[in-house]
């Protein structure tokens, strides 16, 4: 694989719909294709395709690694570190051994599950 991979929306789009007719309808599969073609038509009709070939190739890199800000005991040592002021949207953060994302949502930071490469069965985080 290239070291900087294009991103074809085009040729992408035409291989997903190729494979969305081999899948009935409504099924799990036709649904997932149908999402990732929408997340793709979203990405590129908000001018954000730069964006994501950049996210793209990190995540490809061998050496790219998900940095984990802070680790709590609990969800409510979290929660209160969030109220600090300290915590930063898109920040990763470990509860328990899970895998949090702080999230800005109108008016106040938030924490979503956003699961570790180690809880998935890879090793792409830093400690």
């Known amino acids: 694989m290239s070291k900087h991979p294009e991103i074809n929306v085009e040729d992408i789009l035409e291989v997903l719909g190729t494979a969305m007719q081999r899948e009935t309808e409504g099924s799990r599969e036709w ?24 996210y793209y190739r990190e995540r490809l890199d061998p050496n790219f690694k998900i940095k984990v800000e802070r680790d709590f005991a609990t969800r409510d040592e979290a929660e209160a570190w969030l109220k600090t002021g300290e915590a930063l949207h898109r920040m990763q953060i470990r509860i328990d051994g899970k895998g949090f994302l702080v999230v800005q949502l109108p008016g106040r930071l938030t924490l979503m599950n956003n699961p570790l490469p180690e809880e998935l069965g890879t090793d792409d985080s830093e400690d």
């Open 31 to 54: 649904k997932a294709f149908e999402t990732a073609v929408f997340c793709l038509l979203y990405v590129q009709q908000t001018d954000k395709l730069e964006d994501f070939e950049h």
